[in-house]
Protein backbone atom coordinates (compact mmCIF):
# COMPACT_ATOMS: atom_id res chain seq x y z
CA UNK A 1 0.00 0.00 0.00
CA UNK A 2 1.31 3.64 -0.96
CA UNK A 3 2.02 6.11 2.25
CA UNK A 4 -0.75 8.51 0.58
CA UNK A 5 -3.80 5.54 0.36
CA UNK A 6 -2.88 4.12 3.94
CA UNK A 7 -2.65 7.67 5.66
CA UNK A 8 -6.16 8.28 3.72
CA UNK A 9 -7.23 4.67 5.19
CA UNK A 10 -6.09 5.55 8.76
CA UNK A 11 -7.74 8.87 8.86
CA UNK A 12 -10.74 7.44 7.59
CA UNK A 13 -10.71 4.64 9.87
CA UNK A 14 -13.61 5.47 12.29
CA UNK A 15 -16.19 5.51 9.06
CA UNK A 16 -15.07 1.71 8.44
CA UNK A 17 -16.87 -1.51 9.58
CA UNK A 18 -13.77 -3.50 11.73
CA UNK A 19 -13.77 -6.98 10.27
CA UNK A 20 -12.89 -7.96 12.76
CA UNK A 21 -12.67 -6.47 16.64
CA UNK A 22 -11.12 -7.24 19.98
CA UNK A 23 -13.69 -5.99 22.04
CA UNK A 24 -12.31 -4.76 25.52
CA UNK A 25 -13.47 -2.57 28.17
CA UNK A 26 -11.32 0.43 30.73
CA UNK A 27 -12.80 2.63 33.73
CA UNK A 28 -11.02 5.30 34.65
CA UNK A 29 -11.36 6.92 38.40
CA UNK A 30 -11.11 11.11 37.00
CA UNK A 31 -11.59 11.85 40.63
CA UNK A 32 -8.89 10.20 42.26
CA UNK A 33 -6.29 12.69 43.24
CA UNK A 34 -3.84 11.38 41.13
CA UNK A 35 0.12 10.90 41.73
CA UNK A 36 2.31 13.21 39.88
CA UNK A 37 3.95 11.66 36.71
CA UNK A 38 7.40 13.36 37.08
CA UNK A 39 8.42 14.67 33.39
CA UNK A 40 11.99 12.71 33.95
CA UNK A 41 10.25 9.58 33.16
CA UNK A 42 10.51 10.43 29.60
CA UNK A 43 13.95 11.14 29.96
CA UNK A 44 16.74 10.24 27.29
CA UNK A 45 20.02 8.97 27.72
CA UNK A 46 23.33 9.22 25.66
CA UNK A 47 26.56 7.11 25.55
CA UNK A 48 29.94 7.48 23.41
CA UNK A 49 29.45 4.46 21.30
CA UNK A 50 29.27 4.23 17.74
CA UNK A 51 27.40 6.90 15.74
CA UNK A 52 25.26 8.11 19.33
CA UNK A 53 27.21 11.30 19.86
CA UNK A 54 29.62 11.70 17.36
CA UNK A 55 27.98 12.02 14.05
CA UNK A 56 24.99 11.57 15.79
CA UNK A 57 24.55 15.18 18.56
CA UNK A 58 27.98 16.40 17.88
CA UNK A 59 29.92 17.14 14.31
CA UNK A 60 31.89 20.03 14.61
CA UNK A 61 31.93 23.83 14.36
CA UNK A 62 33.89 23.05 10.63
CA UNK A 63 31.16 20.38 9.67
CA UNK A 64 29.48 21.16 6.57
CA UNK A 65 26.38 19.41 8.08
CA UNK A 66 24.15 22.44 9.71
CA UNK A 67 24.98 22.56 13.24
CA UNK A 68 24.92 25.03 16.35
CA UNK A 69 28.22 25.13 17.63
CA UNK A 70 29.20 22.01 16.52
CA UNK A 71 25.57 20.49 17.41
CA UNK A 72 23.57 19.22 14.76
CA UNK A 73 20.71 21.69 13.89
CA UNK A 74 18.30 19.25 12.58
CA UNK A 75 18.76 16.97 16.04
CA UNK A 76 18.45 19.95 18.14
CA UNK A 77 15.43 20.85 16.49
CA UNK A 78 13.82 17.61 17.30
CA UNK A 79 14.74 17.19 20.24
CA UNK A 80 13.39 20.89 21.66
CA UNK A 81 10.32 19.45 20.06
CA UNK A 82 9.80 16.46 22.53
CA UNK A 83 10.42 18.66 25.60
CA UNK A 84 13.44 16.19 26.71
CA UNK A 85 13.51 16.48 31.02
CA UNK A 86 16.85 14.71 31.76
CA UNK A 87 19.82 13.71 29.41
CA UNK A 88 21.73 10.58 30.59
CA UNK A 89 26.21 11.39 30.00
CA UNK A 90 28.77 9.46 29.50
CA UNK A 91 27.25 6.08 29.53
CA UNK A 92 26.35 3.47 30.34
CA UNK A 93 29.30 1.21 30.41
CA UNK A 94 31.75 3.87 29.16
CA UNK A 95 30.94 5.85 32.40
CA UNK A 96 33.35 3.51 34.34
CA UNK A 97 36.45 3.80 32.18
CA UNK A 98 35.61 7.68 31.08
CA UNK A 99 38.16 10.13 32.96
CA UNK A 100 36.40 13.66 32.97
CA UNK A 101 39.66 15.42 32.54
CA UNK A 102 40.26 14.11 28.91
CA UNK A 103 37.53 16.12 27.91
CA UNK A 104 37.83 19.54 28.90
CA UNK A 105 40.10 22.48 27.00
CA UNK A 106 41.14 23.05 23.31
CA UNK A 107 39.97 19.82 21.69
CA UNK A 108 43.35 19.59 19.20
CA UNK A 109 45.01 19.25 22.86
CA UNK A 110 42.70 16.50 23.94
CA UNK A 111 44.12 13.11 24.24
CA UNK A 112 42.96 10.34 22.37
CA UNK A 113 41.83 7.47 24.21
CA UNK A 114 40.68 3.89 23.58
CA UNK A 115 36.33 2.89 23.72
CA UNK A 116 37.10 -0.82 26.11
CA UNK A 117 33.40 -1.59 26.21
CA UNK A 118 33.07 -0.92 22.48
CA UNK A 119 35.88 -2.47 20.00
CA UNK A 120 38.34 -0.34 21.70
CA UNK A 121 37.62 2.57 18.96
CA UNK A 122 39.60 5.50 19.14
CA UNK A 123 38.16 8.83 21.07
CA UNK A 124 39.42 12.18 20.47
CA UNK A 125 37.16 13.37 23.03
CA UNK A 126 35.95 16.65 21.39
CA UNK A 127 32.48 16.00 23.08
CA UNK A 128 33.15 16.40 26.82
CA UNK A 129 32.19 17.81 30.15
CA UNK A 130 31.18 21.13 28.53
CA UNK A 131 29.77 20.11 25.40
CA UNK A 132 27.71 18.00 26.95
CA UNK A 133 26.20 21.18 29.29
CA UNK A 134 26.07 23.04 26.57
CA UNK A 135 24.09 20.44 24.56
CA UNK A 136 21.29 19.73 27.72
CA UNK A 137 21.42 23.83 28.05
CA UNK A 138 20.63 24.02 24.27
CA UNK A 139 17.60 21.05 24.32
CA UNK A 140 16.34 22.26 28.15
CA UNK A 141 17.28 19.48 29.37
CA UNK A 142 18.41 18.64 33.07
CA UNK A 143 21.77 16.54 33.85
CA UNK A 144 22.88 13.42 34.72
CA UNK A 145 26.11 12.82 35.26
CA UNK A 146 27.14 8.92 35.65
CA UNK A 147 30.02 9.05 37.63
CA UNK A 148 33.44 7.04 37.18
CA UNK A 149 33.55 4.67 39.75
CA UNK A 150 35.39 1.58 38.48
CA UNK A 151 38.33 3.43 37.29
CA UNK A 152 38.69 5.97 38.60
CA UNK A 153 38.77 7.85 42.20
CA UNK A 154 35.99 9.73 44.81
CA UNK A 155 38.48 12.56 44.80
CA UNK A 156 37.84 12.59 40.92
CA UNK A 157 34.87 12.72 41.40
CA UNK A 158 34.49 15.36 43.49
CA UNK A 159 36.89 17.21 41.60
CA UNK A 160 34.82 16.92 38.22
CA UNK A 161 31.13 18.08 40.24
CA UNK A 162 33.53 20.98 42.08
CA UNK A 163 34.88 22.01 38.00
CA UNK A 164 31.03 21.75 37.15
CA UNK A 165 29.13 23.52 40.05
CA UNK A 166 31.84 26.00 42.00
CA UNK A 167 30.70 29.54 41.43
CA UNK A 168 34.26 30.14 43.97
CA UNK A 169 37.27 31.10 43.10
CA UNK A 170 39.19 27.61 43.36
CA UNK A 171 41.89 26.72 41.26
CA UNK A 172 39.24 24.24 39.81
CA UNK A 173 36.70 27.04 39.11
CA UNK A 174 39.20 28.79 37.17
CA UNK A 175 39.73 26.13 35.22
CA UNK A 176 36.05 25.89 33.95
CA UNK A 177 36.32 29.45 33.43
CA UNK A 178 39.84 28.86 31.83
CA UNK A 179 38.10 26.61 29.21
CA UNK A 180 34.97 29.13 28.55
CA UNK A 181 32.47 28.90 30.92
CA UNK A 182 32.01 31.52 33.59
CA UNK A 183 28.71 31.01 35.40
CA UNK A 184 28.89 27.10 37.35
CA UNK A 185 26.36 24.79 35.50
CA UNK A 186 24.11 22.71 37.70
CA UNK A 187 24.33 19.04 37.94
CA UNK A 188 20.75 17.56 38.68
CA UNK A 189 21.58 13.95 39.14
CA UNK A 190 24.31 11.68 39.29
CA UNK A 191 24.90 8.17 39.38
CA UNK A 192 27.40 6.33 41.68
CA UNK A 193 29.05 4.35 39.00
CA UNK A 194 26.93 2.24 36.11
CA UNK A 195 26.45 -1.25 36.30
CA UNK A 196 28.97 -2.36 39.23
CA UNK A 197 27.13 -5.49 39.09
CA UNK A 198 28.72 -6.09 35.46
CA UNK A 199 30.89 -3.81 33.28
CA UNK A 200 31.25 -1.62 36.14
CA UNK A 201 33.46 -4.33 37.97
CA UNK A 202 31.79 -7.62 38.28
CA UNK A 203 30.84 -6.27 42.36
CA UNK A 204 28.80 -7.86 44.24
CA UNK A 205 26.13 -6.15 45.92
CA UNK A 206 28.10 -5.84 49.39
CA UNK A 207 31.28 -4.87 47.46
CA UNK A 208 29.35 -2.01 45.71
CA UNK A 209 27.40 -0.79 49.10
CA UNK A 210 30.78 0.96 50.87
CA UNK A 211 31.80 2.47 47.59
CA UNK A 212 27.93 4.16 47.03
CA UNK A 213 28.80 5.57 50.60
CA UNK A 214 31.89 6.59 50.06
CA UNK A 215 31.32 8.45 46.37
CA UNK A 216 27.94 9.84 47.36
CA UNK A 217 29.65 11.71 50.16
CA UNK A 218 32.14 13.20 48.02
CA UNK A 219 29.40 13.88 44.90
CA UNK A 220 26.60 15.30 47.05
CA UNK A 221 28.54 18.49 48.22
CA UNK A 222 27.07 21.35 49.98
CA UNK A 223 23.25 21.68 47.34
CA UNK A 224 24.81 19.02 45.15
CA UNK A 225 22.86 16.42 42.77
CA UNK A 226 20.45 13.66 43.39
CA UNK A 227 22.11 10.29 43.72
CA UNK A 228 21.30 7.35 41.90
CA UNK A 229 22.31 4.44 43.08
CA UNK A 230 23.54 1.53 40.78
CA UNK A 231 20.15 -0.82 41.36
CA UNK A 232 19.33 -4.23 39.88
CA UNK A 233 19.75 -5.91 36.48
CA UNK A 234 16.05 -6.92 35.90
CA UNK A 235 14.99 -9.27 38.62
CA UNK A 236 17.95 -9.14 40.89
CA UNK A 237 15.76 -9.25 43.87
CA UNK A 238 18.80 -9.44 46.45
CA UNK A 239 20.62 -6.39 44.69
CA UNK A 240 17.98 -4.44 45.90
CA UNK A 241 17.75 -5.94 49.37
CA UNK A 242 20.98 -5.06 50.22
CA UNK A 243 21.58 -1.91 48.74
CA UNK A 244 18.49 -0.80 50.54
CA UNK A 245 20.22 -0.79 53.60
CA UNK A 246 21.96 2.01 52.80
CA UNK A 247 18.53 3.98 51.67
CA UNK A 248 19.42 7.32 53.54
CA UNK A 249 22.83 7.43 51.17
CA UNK A 250 20.79 8.23 48.12
CA UNK A 251 17.84 9.40 46.83
CA UNK A 252 17.28 7.05 43.59
CA UNK A 253 18.38 3.29 42.74
CA UNK A 254 18.35 2.52 38.95
CA UNK A 255 16.98 -0.51 37.25
CA UNK A 256 17.90 -1.69 33.92
CA UNK A 257 16.03 -3.87 31.75
CA UNK A 258 15.94 -4.54 27.90
CA UNK A 259 13.80 -5.99 25.82
CA UNK A 260 14.48 -9.25 23.77
CA UNK A 261 11.94 -10.65 21.80
CA UNK A 262 13.26 -13.99 22.26
CA UNK A 263 14.70 -13.13 25.85
CA UNK A 264 17.86 -15.09 24.84
CA UNK A 265 20.64 -12.36 24.51
CA UNK A 266 22.96 -15.16 21.98
CA UNK A 267 19.88 -14.60 19.65
CA UNK A 268 17.96 -11.50 20.48
CA UNK A 269 15.54 -11.33 17.32
CA UNK A 270 15.67 -9.15 14.48
CA UNK A 271 14.60 -5.65 14.19
CA UNK A 272 12.55 -6.36 11.16
CA UNK A 273 11.27 -9.45 8.94
CA UNK A 274 9.97 -10.80 12.09
CA UNK A 275 6.75 -12.84 12.23
CA UNK A 276 3.51 -12.32 14.30
CA UNK A 277 4.88 -15.06 16.65
CA UNK A 278 7.66 -12.77 17.57
CA UNK A 279 5.79 -9.41 17.56
CA UNK A 280 3.27 -11.20 20.45
CA UNK A 281 6.46 -12.53 22.17
CA UNK A 282 8.23 -8.68 22.36
CA UNK A 283 5.47 -7.39 23.83
CA UNK A 284 5.70 -10.58 26.80
CA UNK A 285 9.13 -9.75 27.15
CA UNK A 286 8.44 -6.30 27.41
CA UNK A 287 5.72 -6.47 30.23
CA UNK A 288 7.87 -8.75 32.39
CA UNK A 289 9.24 -4.97 34.03
CA UNK A 290 5.92 -4.05 35.48
CA UNK A 291 6.55 -7.55 37.78
CA UNK A 292 9.52 -6.58 38.29
CA UNK A 293 9.05 -2.71 39.21
CA UNK A 294 6.25 -3.97 41.61
CA UNK A 295 8.30 -6.61 43.51
CA UNK A 296 11.20 -4.09 43.85
CA UNK A 297 9.55 -1.44 44.94
CA UNK A 298 7.90 -4.17 47.93
CA UNK A 299 11.02 -4.31 48.39
CA UNK A 300 12.41 -0.85 48.56
CA UNK A 301 9.21 0.22 51.09
CA UNK A 302 10.32 -2.13 53.89
CA UNK A 303 13.38 -0.07 53.91
CA UNK A 304 11.66 3.04 52.46
CA UNK A 305 8.11 3.24 53.83
CA UNK A 306 7.40 6.98 53.01
CA UNK A 307 9.01 6.42 49.63
CA UNK A 308 11.51 9.24 49.69
CA UNK A 309 14.05 7.00 47.24
CA UNK A 310 12.82 7.05 43.60
CA UNK A 311 13.01 4.11 41.11
CA UNK A 312 14.76 5.11 37.97
CA UNK A 313 14.74 2.79 35.03
CA UNK A 314 17.69 4.27 33.54
CA UNK A 315 18.37 1.97 30.73
CA UNK A 316 15.39 0.92 28.83
CA UNK A 317 14.14 -0.38 25.37
CA UNK A 318 14.36 -2.77 22.67
CA UNK A 319 17.83 -4.74 21.96
CA UNK A 320 17.92 -6.84 18.42
CA UNK A 321 20.41 -8.73 16.72
CA UNK A 322 23.08 -6.47 14.93
CA UNK A 323 22.08 -6.77 11.22
CA UNK A 324 25.31 -7.31 8.70
CA UNK A 325 27.38 -4.15 8.05
CA UNK A 326 25.61 -2.14 10.78
CA UNK A 327 27.95 0.54 13.11
CA UNK A 328 27.61 -0.51 16.78
CA UNK A 329 24.06 -1.24 18.14
CA UNK A 330 22.95 1.01 15.36
CA UNK A 331 19.44 -1.10 14.87
CA UNK A 332 16.10 -0.47 12.89
CA UNK A 333 13.13 1.23 14.43
CA UNK A 334 9.61 0.27 13.28
CA UNK A 335 6.42 0.06 14.37
CA UNK A 336 6.81 -2.56 16.77
CA UNK A 337 9.27 0.20 18.61
CA UNK A 338 6.27 2.83 19.12
CA UNK A 339 4.23 0.49 20.67
CA UNK A 340 6.66 -0.87 23.16
CA UNK A 341 7.80 2.65 23.84
CA UNK A 342 3.70 3.53 24.40
CA UNK A 343 3.33 -0.01 26.77
CA UNK A 344 6.36 0.90 28.94
CA UNK A 345 5.35 4.22 29.28
CA UNK A 346 1.88 3.16 30.33
CA UNK A 347 4.13 0.51 33.49
CA UNK A 348 5.95 3.37 34.37
CA UNK A 349 2.87 6.21 35.14
CA UNK A 350 1.32 2.76 36.85
CA UNK A 351 4.10 3.03 39.49
CA UNK A 352 4.54 6.62 38.91
CA UNK A 353 4.50 7.15 42.98
CA UNK A 354 7.79 5.20 42.90
CA UNK A 355 9.28 5.27 39.69
CA UNK A 356 10.25 9.07 39.31
CA UNK A 357 12.80 8.62 36.55
CA UNK A 358 13.24 6.58 32.99
CA UNK A 359 16.06 7.05 30.61
CA UNK A 360 15.67 5.34 27.16
CA UNK A 361 18.71 3.20 25.74
CA UNK A 362 19.66 5.41 22.99
CA UNK A 363 18.63 9.05 21.92
CA UNK A 364 20.58 9.12 18.22
CA UNK A 365 21.57 5.66 16.12
CA UNK A 366 22.15 3.36 19.15
CA UNK A 367 19.40 0.78 20.09
CA UNK A 368 16.12 2.08 20.25
CA UNK A 369 16.69 5.89 18.98
CA UNK A 370 14.36 8.47 18.80
CA UNK A 371 16.58 9.85 15.91
CA UNK A 372 18.76 8.25 13.28
CA UNK A 373 21.31 10.08 11.07
CA UNK A 374 22.98 9.23 8.11
CA UNK A 375 25.24 12.03 6.74
CA UNK A 376 23.70 15.30 6.33
CA UNK A 377 20.63 13.37 6.86
CA UNK A 378 18.30 12.91 9.75
CA UNK A 379 14.84 10.86 10.62
CA UNK A 380 12.80 11.00 13.21
CA UNK A 381 11.50 7.40 13.78
CA UNK A 382 8.59 5.72 14.95
CA UNK A 383 9.88 5.79 18.88
CA UNK A 384 10.18 9.35 18.60
CA UNK A 385 6.82 9.85 17.62
CA UNK A 386 5.39 8.05 21.04
CA UNK A 387 7.26 9.94 23.11
CA UNK A 388 5.82 12.99 21.27
CA UNK A 389 2.46 11.72 21.42
CA UNK A 390 2.98 11.15 24.86
CA UNK A 391 4.63 14.54 25.72
CA UNK A 392 1.49 16.14 27.24
CA UNK A 393 1.88 13.40 30.23
CA UNK A 394 5.06 14.90 31.59
CA UNK A 395 3.99 16.63 34.84
CA UNK A 396 0.27 15.48 34.99
CA UNK A 397 -1.01 13.26 37.68
CA UNK A 398 -1.85 9.92 36.44
CA UNK A 399 -5.19 8.41 37.40
CA UNK A 400 -6.16 4.84 38.67
CA UNK A 401 -7.43 2.93 35.68
CA UNK A 402 -9.02 -0.78 35.35
CA UNK A 403 -8.68 -2.88 32.23
CA UNK A 404 -10.54 -5.69 30.69
CA UNK A 405 -8.99 -7.28 27.74
CA UNK A 406 -8.83 -10.35 26.30
CA UNK A 407 -5.51 -11.94 25.98
CA UNK A 408 -3.15 -12.68 23.01
CA UNK A 409 -1.21 -15.65 22.86
CA UNK A 410 3.00 -15.25 23.29
CA UNK A 411 4.45 -18.97 23.64
CA UNK A 412 4.03 -19.98 26.94
CA UNK A 413 2.88 -16.74 27.92
CA UNK A 414 -0.06 -14.19 27.08
CA UNK A 415 -0.22 -10.80 26.81
CA UNK A 416 -3.40 -8.14 26.96
CA UNK A 417 -4.20 -7.02 23.69
CA UNK A 418 -5.80 -3.98 25.00
CA UNK A 419 -3.37 -1.78 27.53
CA UNK A 420 -4.64 1.87 28.69
CA UNK A 421 -3.25 4.57 30.34
CA UNK A 422 -4.79 7.99 32.37
CA UNK A 423 -4.11 11.21 33.58
CA UNK A 424 -5.30 14.36 34.04
CA UNK A 425 -2.94 16.72 32.37
CA UNK A 426 -1.57 19.99 34.32
CA UNK A 427 -3.96 22.23 32.15
CA UNK A 428 -7.15 20.17 33.91
CA UNK A 429 -7.60 18.03 31.03
CA UNK A 430 -8.10 14.44 30.70
CA UNK A 431 -4.98 12.65 29.03
CA UNK A 432 -5.51 8.87 27.90
CA UNK A 433 -3.34 6.61 26.27
CA UNK A 434 -4.41 3.54 24.43
CA UNK A 435 -2.22 0.44 22.81
CA UNK A 436 -3.53 -2.18 20.98
CA UNK A 437 -1.05 -4.52 20.50
CA UNK A 438 -3.66 -6.86 18.30
CA UNK A 439 -1.17 -7.46 14.70
CA UNK A 440 -4.69 -8.00 13.30
CA UNK A 441 -7.39 -6.96 14.39
CA UNK A 442 -9.03 -3.58 15.68
CA UNK A 443 -10.86 -3.20 18.65
CA UNK A 444 -13.35 -1.42 20.19
CA UNK A 445 -12.67 -0.01 23.74
CA UNK A 446 -15.63 1.01 26.12
CA UNK A 447 -14.10 3.85 28.76
CA UNK A 448 -16.28 4.95 31.66
CA UNK A 449 -14.42 7.56 33.24
CA UNK A 450 -15.70 8.53 36.76
CA UNK A 451 -16.90 12.23 36.91
CA UNK A 452 -16.18 12.87 33.39
CA UNK A 453 -18.17 13.10 30.33
CA UNK A 454 -19.09 15.08 27.37
CA UNK A 455 -15.86 17.04 27.40
CA UNK A 456 -14.53 17.59 23.83
CA UNK A 457 -12.47 15.23 22.55
CA UNK A 458 -9.16 15.65 20.49
CA UNK A 459 -7.10 12.63 19.44
CA UNK A 460 -3.94 11.29 17.69
CA UNK A 461 -3.32 7.72 15.76
CA UNK A 462 0.08 6.52 15.34
CA UNK A 463 0.25 2.64 13.05
CA UNK A 464 1.19 1.76 9.46
CA UNK A 465 0.27 -1.12 7.45
CA UNK A 466 3.06 -3.94 8.42
CA UNK A 467 4.15 -4.87 11.90
CA UNK A 468 7.66 -3.31 10.69
CA UNK A 469 6.71 0.13 8.92
CA UNK A 470 9.64 2.29 9.86
CA UNK A 471 10.92 6.03 8.18
CA UNK A 472 13.58 6.04 6.19
CA UNK A 473 16.44 8.11 4.46
CA UNK A 474 15.06 10.29 1.77
CA UNK A 475 11.57 8.83 1.82
CA UNK A 476 8.31 10.19 3.37
CA UNK A 477 7.56 9.46 6.61
CA UNK A 478 5.29 6.06 7.13
CA UNK A 479 4.95 6.13 10.46
CA UNK A 480 4.07 9.21 12.05
CA UNK A 481 0.81 10.59 13.98
CA UNK A 482 -2.37 11.31 12.07
CA UNK A 483 -5.34 13.03 13.64
CA UNK A 484 -7.99 10.59 15.23
CA UNK A 485 -11.43 10.37 15.09
CA UNK A 486 -12.42 7.04 16.22
CA UNK A 487 -13.59 8.40 19.43
CA UNK A 488 -17.10 9.45 20.65
CA UNK A 489 -19.47 9.73 23.07
CA UNK A 490 -22.58 6.95 23.91
CA UNK A 491 -24.99 6.77 26.84
CA UNK A 492 -22.18 8.25 29.27
CA UNK A 493 -19.21 6.02 27.84
CA UNK A 494 -16.19 7.21 25.71
CA UNK A 495 -16.66 4.51 22.77
CA UNK A 496 -13.45 3.89 20.83
CA UNK A 497 -12.63 1.97 17.65
CA UNK A 498 -9.12 1.66 16.90
CA UNK A 499 -6.83 0.07 14.53
CA UNK A 500 -4.83 -3.01 14.47
CA UNK A 501 -1.34 -2.68 15.97
CA UNK A 502 -1.67 1.11 16.88
CA UNK A 503 -1.72 3.74 19.37
CA UNK A 504 -4.18 6.28 20.32
CA UNK A 505 -3.68 9.43 22.48
CA UNK A 506 -6.89 11.41 23.77
CA UNK A 507 -7.15 14.12 24.97
CA UNK A 508 -10.25 15.71 26.56
CA UNK A 509 -11.05 18.97 27.02
Known amino acids: MKTGLALAALLAFSAAPAASEVQ ?26 GEGITNGIWVGEDSPIPNIRGYRADVVEALKALHVPVLRWPGGCYADTYHWRDGIGPRAKRPVTLNHWWGNNEENNAFGTHEYFDFAELIGARTFLSVNVGTATAGEAKDWVEYVTSPSRSTLAGLRRANGRDKPWKIDYAGIGNESWGCGGNLSAEQYAPLLRTYGTFVRQDHGPKIVAVGPSGDDYAWTEEIMKSHDKFDFLSLHYYTLPTGDWARKGAATGFSEAEWLATFAQTRRIDEMIARHSTIMDKADPGRKVAL ?18 RQENTLRDALVAATNFHIFQRHAERVRMANIAQIVNVLQAVLLTDGARMVRTPTFYAFLMYRPFQGGSALPVQVESPRLSAGATAVPALDVTAARGQ ?3 ILLGLVNVDPDDSAAVDLSIAGVRGRRISGQLLTAPAMDSRNVFGAAEEVRPVPFGGARWSAGKLRVSMPA ?7 LK
Open 24 to 49: AAASVDANAAGVRIAPELYGQFAEQL
Open 427 to 429: DGS
Open 501 to 507: KSVVVLT
Open 312 to 329: AVDEWGTWYDSAPGSTAL
